[in-house]
């Protein structure tokens, strides 16, 4: 049974960084997609930074690029959201996520399997 956990959120004033974990367990990350996903109090989940199962190939939002990066380790079982340069409007509850396939990552329909989420909240 796959099982994604979430943690690192917490509350930080603009300009501040964070660093999100998911934690898997029952899979294998690196095997297939694998994203960060948030949603805002009155809005719709958006997609944040997927990763193709090379561990190589990122898609990022718009909103993100440039503040926020995907990784994972080396075994393959943790994957992370350093998010940096934070604004107000980076507040939402983040979600990771996990698929059973190895294309179309920057999907949210692509991915099977979803965390409980983790607060991130941005004072300005």
């Known amino acids: 049974q796959v099982q994604l956990v979430e943690s690192g959120g917490g509350s930080v004033q603009a300009g501040g960084s964070l660093r999100l974990s998911c934690a898997a367990s029952?899979?294998?990350?690196?095997?297939?997609?694998m994203g960060w996903f948030r949603q805002a109090p009155g809005k719709e989940r958006e997609g944040v930074a997927s990763m193709w199962p090379n561990g190589v190939d990122t898609h990022y939002a718009d909103s993100v690029e440039g503040r926020f990066t995907i990784s994972q380790d080396g075994a393959k079982t943790t994957l992370y959201l350093q998010m940096d340069s934070l604004k107000p409007e980076d507040t939402a509850m983040y979600y990771c996520?996990?698929?059973?396939?190895?294309?179309?990552?920057?999907?949210?329909?692509?991915?099977?399997?979803w965390g409980q989420g983790t607060q991130v909240t941005v004072s300005a």
């Open positions: 996520a996990a698929a059973r396939r190895g294309w179309s990552c920057q999907f949210s329909t692509t991915y099977n399997y």
């Open positions: 029952g899979y294998t990350i690196k095997t297939y997609c």
